[in-house]
């Protein structure tokens, strides 16, 4: 029989990104849904056992996101938990774990692989001891942790500050609210680009840790007013009063050095390009 790549995920934006990729692929991609497989449940363990065999690959995408209580962060890692359970005695032949940057301190230095993780963000945190619990189980050389920086694209459904809801208004020709003056600087990376190198990083088995970032930083500012000019829109760029502080310093520098220099060819396109494609 041939060997399966498992994905355990299959509702959220990544995971039916993928999904979407691999359709009309000859790959061996079973999507695990929670619905049949649920992570929170210890009776997982035994279901996961019978499907998955010896060589199989593993993407983890599942995760309750984004962490914004001590519920939700204790479950994410009973959700871990209970899947390394279903491994532990099982040789899989390489894993990928969908981290975030959000692992990060704050930094207005580049971030780099090595940088520190002593993140304040309870998000942050989760996937910080997540990386922790799989560095404790699996052969170091079995597994790759990609950690993406702020993903957007046509069928994101979050609608968060940025990109795909400057769009969301723009043609509806209201007016974007920017915080402060939209002068923070963030790097923003595709789904296309984030899809390539996850399949790219299953198929060679990479092994160690990788951000996944477009290497250059934009404002919100910037991004609001190329869309509206390409759009032709009416929609005005109107300034909101923050009731915090910025967040990240104002500033998230993400270095893609490493895995830019790991996959051959492998090319992240401009942001113009991909912004486009929100049109």
């Known amino acids: 029989m041939k060997n399966k790549t498992?994905?355990?995920g299959s509702n959220g934006f990544i995971a039916k990104s993928l999904k979407k990729n691999v359709k009309n692929n000859k790959d061996n991609y079973i999507f695990l849904s929670k619905e049949k497989y649920n992570l929170l449940d210890v009776s997982v363990v035994t279901k996961i056992k019978k499907i998955i065999k010896k060589n199989d690959k593993i993407?983890?995408?599942?995760?309750?996101?984004?962490?914004?209580?001590?519920?939700m962060f204790i479950n994410n890692i009973l959700m871990l938990n209970n899947f390394i359970k279903s491994i532990n005695d099982i040789h899989i032949s390489h894993l990928i774990y969908i981290s975030s940057d959000a692992v990060y301190e704050d930094s207005k230095k580049m971030i780099k692989e090595n940088s520190s993780t002593n993140c304040s963000s309870l998000h942050g945190m989760m996937h910080a001891y997540r990386e922790k619990l799989l560095s404790k189980s699996i052969n170091e050389k079995k597994y790759c942790i990609l950690r993406p920086t702020l993903i957007f694209g046509k069928e994101d459904t979050h609608n968060g500050y940025g990109p795909?809801?400057?769009?969301?208004?723009?043609?509806?020709?209201?007016n974007i609210r920017l915080y402060g003056k939209g002068e923070e600087l963030r790097d923003h990376i595709h789904i296309d680009d984030v899809i390539k190198a996850?399949?790219?990083?299953?198929?060679?088995?990479?092994?160690?840790i990788y951000n996944l970032s477009s290497g250059k930083c934009n404002s919100f500012l910037k991004i609001a007013k190329y869309l509206i000019n390409i759009t032709k829109s009416d929609s005005k760029i109107v300034f909101q009063k923050r009731d915090q502080p910025m967040p990240h310093l104002g500033i998230r520098k993400l270095s893609n050095k490493k895995i830019m220099g790991t996959i051959k060819n492998f090319k992240i396109e401009d942001i113009k390009v991909n912004l486009k494609k929100l049109i």
């Open 59 to 71: 993407i983890f995408i599942s995760a309750i996101a984004p962490v914004s209580n001590n519920e």
């Open 6 to 8: 498992l994905v355990f």
């Open 164 to 174: 795909n809801k400057f769009v969301t208004e723009i043609k509806k020709n209201n």
């Open 198 to 208: 996850i399949r790219i990083a299953s198929e060679k088995k990479l092994k160690g």
